[in-house]
């Protein structure tokens, strides 16, 4: 990282305990973790090694038993694997719920909700309710309703898990582009390889038992990337070794 980068986030030292006595379990165990603004940042690893636990910390949504987590007064926006729309809303609702919260003029809604359809390309779509939509609709309003409210700091937790290879992909492009347009600073978890080496500027990846930061690796692929560049398959092939040597390191540590 070169010298005078600001840091968006900085966590130190954040360890998550849940529960007590036998049933402790050790969600996190002392991580540090730091994301330029601006910067891409993929959390991989396998379930239960506390990816989920740290963004919704940074979020702001659970606190650290132990540590700090400092994002400078940053705008933090947060989309899940479940869009989360309200059902009884139309598009245009749930996305004017997020510009009341943000503060953004009454007057200024429908051109900001117009703008933000044609930014994740659902241009129109204002009165259509979530159940009429598409898996990978519902996750573009979902991130249309993201920006609405006008974050600097866009948390990520598995949000296309469920959709399509073909549906991924294509919102794989949508988020690189309105990242770039927005310069907006992500940190994306994803336990899918491929996903990582394909958005990441850093994939952090991560161990379980108890949940640590077991190594960072640079992506540096020219942008835009394109899944099915071999490039990215050589990465995600690099990543998926990592994987695997420190689920077996968390085994061992287990049973010995
Ligand atoms: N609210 C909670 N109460 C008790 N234990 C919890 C709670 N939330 C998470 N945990 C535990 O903390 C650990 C980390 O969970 P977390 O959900 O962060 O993992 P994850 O990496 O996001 O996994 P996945 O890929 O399955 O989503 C797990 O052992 C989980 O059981
Ligand atoms: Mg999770």
């Not at 986030?9 to 360890?15: D, H, L, M, S």
């Not at 002392?30 to 994301?35: A, I």
């Not at 891409?40 to 636990?53: D, H, N, P």
Request: aromatic letters at 4%; glycine letters at 8%; charged letters at 25%.
């Amino acid at each position: 990282m070169s010298a005078g980068t600001e840091m968006a986030i900085r966590a130190r030292g954040v360890t998550k305990l849940f529960g007590r006595g036998t049933d402790q379990v050790v969600a996190l165990d002392g991580v540090d973790l730091e994301v330029a603004e601006g910067e891409f940042v993929c959390l991989l690893g396998r379930s239960g090694c506390g990816k989920s636990t740290l963004l919704s910390m940074i979020a702001g949504l659970t606190r650290p038993s132990e540590g700090e987590i400092d994002m400078g007064g940053r705008r933090v926006g947060m989309m899940f694997q479940d869009s989360n729309l309200f059902p009884w809303l139309t598009v245009e609702g749930n996305i004017h719920l997020a510009l009341r919260l943000s503060g953004a003029p009454k007057d200024q809604w429908a051109d900001r909700t117009a703008e933000l359809l044609d930014m994740v390309h659902l241009p129109g779509m204002q009165l259509r309710r979530p159940h009429e939509l598409s898996g990978g609709m519902r996750q573009r309003v979902a991130l249309a309703r993201s920006l609405a409210q006008d974050c600097q700091i866009l948390l990520m937790d598995e949000p296309f898990a469920a959709l399509d290879a073909i549906t991924r992909d294509a919102l794989h492009d949508q988020i690189e582009r309105v990242w770039a347009e927005r310069r907006l600073t992500i940190v994306f978890v994803t336990h899918n390889v491929r996903e990582a080496a394909r958005l990441g500027d850093r994939v952090v990846v991560m161990q379980p038992s108890p949940g640590r930061i077991a190594e960072e690796v640079r992506v540096t692929l020219a942008r835009p990337r394109k899944m099915d560049d071999p490039l990215i398959a050589t990465r995600a092939a690099a990543l998926h070794d990592k994987l695997d040597k420190y689920h077996v390191i968390a085994e061992q540590g287990r049973t010995s």
